[in-house]
């Protein structure tokens, strides 16, 4: 029986070898292997030289041969500890879909993928995956995923509550610091009771925040004002707001929980306050929504995709060299400073 392809069938593609990669990048194939698994010393020109040589051509590497030859399944564990009893909710959430997503492209940069956990599982449910590393986003007091991670000696990238302890890596921001800019700006447009709405289920960031308000408060002799949510999402977060306006109310109000700052918007002004002429606002939030809302919504940005770049960059560099040094790194955050926390000024006599 003839190979050869029947009248009017294309024929059959011919596999594109790493051998041919090279040669149309003009390297040797053990830099473009290198380049292509995300190892080896070489610069950054030199990678994209080789990985732009094998779009160019088509080349598919053979995965099970690859692993084979590595030892190891490129594969990173990833489990989000804020939303351990929803786990499916935090996909709808601005931060959490950008630390997601950058974390899954600067790991793919390296030629890992991710592997998506339930939070609240036993290890012998995950304990069977090929995991090079894990990643826990946001965890819980004593979270249990995190445990179980050192106890089997898998790299771990984290927050900073596990500074210092060896195979671990963390990436946070500087909650102190961060909360101390929004009050000290709201402050100097003229409020006096500032308000703070926070998730109910508290994260080491969380925590920072009320510890950091208090502190604020007394040393600035005014009392505090905090108010917690029932839940992840808006309705919670909007039903927290509510309530602090009915009454009196504050005259500034940071929204740390997150929610869409225009439906945070609607609930101060279903309470007859305007924003900002009433009540000054700032939501911590990577939402878009906040800058074409009606006045401007000012925000505070954990800066999510950077986190995740230095994570990975952090846990890339202790799979390389083996090395299960503790490392880690402080991102700083970004205020936007919009309409709905500057104070408008008086008009001037006629």
């Known amino acids: 029986m003839s190979d050869s392809p029947r009248s009017g069938e294309p024929a059959a593609t011919p596999r594109i070898r790493l051998v041919d990669v090279a040669r ?14 995300g190892t080896g010393r070489m610069s950054g020109a030199v ?16 995965a099970t041969a690859r692993l084979l ?23 709808s959430s601005p931060y959490f879909t950008q630390l997601t997503n950058a974390t899954a492209a600067a790991a793919l940069q390296h030629g890992y993928a991710l592997v998506l956990l339930p939070s609240r599982r036993a290890p012998q449910e995950w304990a ?37 302890r060896p195979g671990t890596h963390w ?49 600035h002799g005014a009392a505090p004002l905090l108010a917690t949510t029932d839940g992840p999402g808006d309705g919670p977060v909007v039903a927290a707001v509510e309530r602090l306006m009915d009454g009196p109310g504050p005259d500034a109000l940071f929204v740390v929980a997150e929610a869409t700052p225009p439906l945070v918007l609607d609930a101060v002004r279903r309470s007859g306050r305007d924003v900002p002429r009433d009540l000054l606002l700032v939501c911590a939030s990577e939402d878009a929504s906040a800058e074409h809302s009606r006045p ?9 995709a950077a986190v995740a770049v ?13 090395s299960r040094e503790p490392t880690g790194a402080l991102v ?12 408008a000024a008086p008009a001037p006599p006629a």
């Open 296 to 304: 401007a919504v000012s925000t505070l940005s954990l800066r999510p």
């Open 171 to 219: 990436v946070d921001v500087n909650a102190d610091g961060a909360v101390r800019e929004v009050l000290d700006h709201l402050r100097e447009q003229g409020a006096r009771q500032t308000a703070v709405v926070l998730p109910g289920t508290l994260t080491r960031f969380h925590r920072a925040v009320a510890d950091t308000y208090r502190l604020w408060c007394a040393e």
């Open 128 to 164: 069977d995956l090929p995991l090079d590393a894990a990643i826990v986003a946001d965890p819980l007091d004593d979270d249990p995923l995190i445990e179980d991670f050192v106890a089997a000696r898998i790299p771990l990238f984290t927050d900073r509550s596990v500074e210092g």
């Open 310 to 322: 230095k994570g990975i960059e952090l846990l890339m560099a202790a799979l390389e060299s083996g």
């Open 69 to 91: 030859r590595a030892g190891h399944a490129r594969l990173i564990g990833y489990a989000v500890g804020e939303f351990a009893d929803d786990t499916g909710s935090y996909m």
């Open 47 to 62: 990678r994209e030289r080789a990985r732009e040589a094998a779009r160019r051509l088509g080349y598919r590497p053979n």
């Open 24 to 37: 149309e990048a003009g390297l040797s194939k053990t830099t473009v292997s290198a380049a292509l698994n």
């Open 332 to 343: 700083p955050t970004v205020l936007e400073i919009r309409a709905s926390s500057v104070r």
